[in-house]
């Protein structure tokens, strides 16, 4: 089993910028890929960004390319998406993904609990 957890959500302005952060604890061995969702209230979840093991390979929604950058320390086993010129569109609770998937999109196995997002006007 992986245990992934979440931090740094918060309240920002529309502008502002966010870092999140996902450690990732357990069977790290397995994990190859891990990403980001997030799901806006009455909407359902949706594909943020993802990066493989090496870190050579990001993929990203077209809502968050340019503003978005998803990173990994596989020292640490962190994930970090560091979220820039946020909307509001961008309130959500987000969540992070690990999965032994080698080819995108990935099929997940694991998800935190996630962090929520709050973007104000």
């Known amino acids: 089993q992986v245990q992934l957890v979440e931090s740094g959500g918060g309240l920002v302005q529309a502008g502002g910028s966010l870092r999140l952060s996902c450690a990732a604890s357990?069977?790290?061995?397995?994990?190859?890929?891990m990403g980001w969702f997030r799901q806006a209230p009455g909407k359902e979840r949706e594909f943020v960004a993802a990066?493989?093991?090496?870190?050579?390979?990001?993929y990203y929604a077209d809502s968050v390319k340019g503003r978005f950058t998803i990173s990994r320390d596989n020292i640490k086993n962190t994930v970090t998406l560091q979220m820039n010129s946020l909307k509001l569109e961008d309130t959500a609770v987000y969540y992070c993904?690990?999965?032994?998937?080698?080819?995108?999109?990935?099929?997940?196995?694991?998800w935190g609990q996630g962090t929520q997002v709050t973007v104000s006007s």
């Open positions: 993904a690990a999965t032994s998937s080698v080819v995108f999109p990935y099929k997940y196995d694991y």
């Open positions: 357990g069977r790290t061995f397995s994990i190859y890929a």
């Open positions: 990066i493989s093991w090496s870190g050579s390979n990001t």
